[in-house]
Every structure is written in structure tokens, then in C-alpha cells.
């Protein structure tokens, strides 16, 4: 098991840039993979980015792509998440999660932080 914090979460104007960071206890970080979630109210949670336990693979969701970037620093067992170009859409509970395999799937994910929350104004 391996239990998650977020941070970097706030309060932004439109445009502006946020940097999200998954904090990591417990097990040998490298051997998971990491996601990143959003809820937005009244919305379902859905996929934002992932990367695999090396950093060998990533990937994001269509709608943030270009803007958000996935890293990951297995020596300090964190895992960034860096958003550019931010709009009211992109409001949310922000959660990183943790699962053995690469997955984009939240189904697929077992270890999840309590998020931070992403407030984008206009």
C-alpha cells in the first residue's frame, strides 16, 4: 500500500498556471503507476494524466492536452502535475491516486489521496 497527498492546489485567474504535487509513504514508490483525477460538481471524476512507476509512459487527457504536463521524481517519491493555461473548466477537486498497473481507469486505481481543490476565475 502506499498512501498519497496532494498540495499546489488554490485559487487562479483564467490564463494563469498551477503546479500540483502527489506526495508518496509507504511502499517502493517506483513500482506504481500514478493518476490524476478531477471532480468538478455535479460532474462525474474524470481522468486528467497518468504515468507508469519508471516514467516511461505518460499520458493526458484530450482536453487538457498541450496545456498540462505529468512528471514524476521517484527519488523524492513525488509526482507533478503541471497545468498551463488554465480556464473555468478546468475547476475541480484534483486527486492523485496510485495503482500497480498503468491504467487511465479509475476503476483500476485502489490508493487515493484526499485531494486539492483547483479554483479557476474568470
Known amino acids: 500500500q502506499v498512501q498519497l497527498v496532494e498540495s499546489g492546489g488554490g485559487l487562479v485567474q483564467a490564463g494563469g498556471s498551477l503546479r500540483l504535487s502527489c506526495s508518496a509513504t509507504?511502499?517502493?514508490?517506483?513500482?506504481?503507476?500514478v493518476g490524476w483525477f478531477r471532480q468538478a460538481p455535479g460532474k462525474e471524476r474524470e481522468f486528467v494524466a497518468a504515468?507508469?512507476?519508471?516514467?516511461?509512459?505518460?499520458s493526458v487527457a484530450e482536453s487538457v492536452r498541450g496545456r498540462f504536463t505529468v512528471s514524476r521524481d521517484n527519488a523524492k517519491n513525488t509526482v507533478s502535475l503541471v497545468m498551463n493555461s488554465l480556464n473555468s473548466e478546468d475547476t475541480a477537486l484534483y486527486y492523485c491516486?496510485?495503482?500497480?498497473?498503468?491504467?487511465?481507469?479509475?476503476?483500476?486505481?485502489?490508493?487515493w489521496g484526499q485531494g486539492t481543490q483547483v479554483t479557476v476565475s474568470s
Open positions: 504515468i507508469s512507476g519508471s516514467g516511461g509512459i505518460s
Open positions: 509507504g511502499s517502493t514508490f517506483s513500482d506504481y503507476s
Open positions: 491516486a496510485a495503482a500497480r498497473s498503468y491504467s487511465v481507469t479509475s476503476q483500476n486505481y485502489d490508493n
